[in-house]
């Protein structure tokens, strides 16, 4: 089956996509780690009138009524309470991460040599390392405090301007590079720069000394941090028609933002079930962290979600019998320099639509039955679907959606919108399909 992009020629939709599309950059734009993903969420649920919960107080809602809980900053789950009680009617779950590959600041990061303060970072997951060198990287993440009343206080910090750098070694120094890919070793090679000590940054403790200043306390109350590396060029477009953006972390954030749109808008609407999305940590690391799709977040929030609207325990696992999850996680589309790459009958195309995945292995949480319902879902708003198998002779990636399927044992599809560069630090997506991905996914919760 040959699939080929689709035109959004009704020039209202089309509009009204392109808005869509701006909101993404803005949002990819102010996520520069997913501390801060989660932090514009949040931001863009308070103002549809979503209420926040705390995990460590009990959870007392109202039928039809919109909320959000965040997990240690990096993991959301909003939902919009049914009409009926979960075990009346069930959850309509959309899931996504927050995480994107990169590296991590060590916590003895800096060495001093050549008079440059450098700093050694871990690998978080698995970047397209080559494609972060050359590029005017800055430092995002979380800062810890000693408050002023003893307790630990967490403050989002992002460096204002480009910050670091990987600087390549000159091809005249590495012969090989084009031949044989570049190829970086994570120990000895990743040395990001911060500065000079000429320049008054000190030898010892830079870091902190810098964190101090921007944040404007001392030095002394810093207690730790959580900091990442991210590439400050701003999302763009290109395509004569624009057609095409680029960005670091569009997977998995575009499907956030996808998700949670989808979500906002229809805060006010009805529906007897109880429509939920999931923005989990840790995909990119194995999941398994107490914000990580493997963890207990979601089970217990949509237990506690029905227990206090009367459910027993009897009727968390009518609930569950009745839902079903979309596991929204960006795919790869067919790439014109690399065509034998994807398995010919099943290759998607950038603005062809959201991308349906399977393995019969069962890497991706997608059946029949799951397939039937996204499907149901894109047609009742008129977007294509394309689907996705990996070539027969090569091994799948996987994603959060058979971890959550078995562990609530609930009806699941696998999904994303197709893309380029997965895990560069700068990937290219379609503009029309974000708008295809968020309508399919509001009708998927609400129809
Ligand atoms: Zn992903």
Known sequence: MAYSPATISDPRTRADARTLADDLLAFLNASPVNAFAVAEMEHTLRE????????????????????????????LIAFVVGDLSPAEAGFRIVGAHTDSPGFKI???????????????????????IATWTDRDLGLAGRVFLLGEDGRVETRLYRSSHGLLSLPNLAIHQNREANDGGLKLNPQTELRVVLGSVSDGLPEEGALRWLLAQALDVDTERILDYDLFLYDTQAPSYSGVSQEFIHSGRLDDLAMCHAAVTALAETAAANSSWTR??????????????????????????????????????????????QSSLVSADNAHGIHPGYPGKAEPDHAPVLNGGPVIKSHAGGAYATDGYGAALFERAAKRVSV???????????????????????QLGILAVDVGNPQYAMHSVREMAGTWDHWYMTRTLQSFMTR
């Not at 916590?107 to 997951?125: A, F």
């Not at 294509?384 to 078995?406: E, H, K, L, W, Y």
Request: contains cysteine.
């Open 48 to 75: 549809v009138g979503f209420t926040e919960l705390s995990e460590a107080r009990p959870f007392e809602l109202r039928h039809g009524l919109p909320y959000y809980v965040k997990r240690h900053d990096t993991a």
């Open 106 to 128: 060590k916590p003895n990061p800096e060495r001093v040599s050549q008079g440059l303060v450098h700093l050694g970072v871990e690998v978080y997951g698995g970047p397209l």
């Open 276 to 321: 939920v999305v999931a923005c989990f940590d840790a995909e990119e690391v194995g999941s398994r962290t107490p914000q990580g799709a493997q963890s207990w977040f979601l089970p217990s929030v949509l237990e506690r979600i029905g227990a206090s609207l009367g459910d027993d325990r009897e009727g968390h696992y009518r609930a569950l019998a």
């Open 384 to 406: 294509p679907v394309q689907r996705f198998v990996n070539r027969s002779d090569v091994r799948s990636g996987g994603t959060i959606g058979s971890m959550v399927a078995t």
